[in-house]
Nanobody, 119 residues
Framework: QVQLIESGGGLVQAGDSLRLSCAAS????????MAWFRQAPGKERELVAS????????YYADSVKGRFTISRDNAKKMGYLQMDSLKPEDTAVYYC????????????WGQGTQVTVSP
């Protein structure tokens, strides 16, 4: 199991930037990928971005391409989501998630951090 703790959320204005951080602990050696999901009120949870833990293979949802950047620091056991040009529709609870080697889906989750973007 991998334990994940997010930080960095907050209230910002449209056009501003935020950087979310995800601290990982536990069975890091068994981690295959890390991702950021978000869930807005009344909406389903959606995958925002993902990155493989050992190679630089990244995925971005169309809604955030060109504005968000996912990265990781293996030595520090940290994941990051740099969010630029934020829009009100980016308002959501953001979750860090990890997929273990051999797992079919993301099976480790953080507690979430709120991001609110005002117009």
């Amino acid at each position: 199991q991998v334990q994940l703790i997010e930080s960095g959320g907050g209230l910002v204005q449209a056009g501003d930037s935020l950087r979310l951080s995800c601290a990982a602990s536990g069975m890091i050696v068994r981690m295959y990928a890390m991702a950021w999901f978000r869930q807005a009120p009344g909406k389903e949870r959606e995958l925002v971005a993902s990155i493989r833990w050992t190679i630089n293979d990244r995925y971005y949802a169309d809604s955030v391409k060109g504005r968000f950047t996912i990265s990781r620091d293996n030595a520090k056991k940290m994941g990051y989501l740099q969010m630029d040009s934020l829009k009100p529709e980016d308002t959501a609870v953001y979750y860090c998630a990890a997929q273990g080697i051999g797992a079919s889906d993301y099976n480790n989750w953080g507690q979430g951090t709120q991001v609110t973007v005002s117009p």
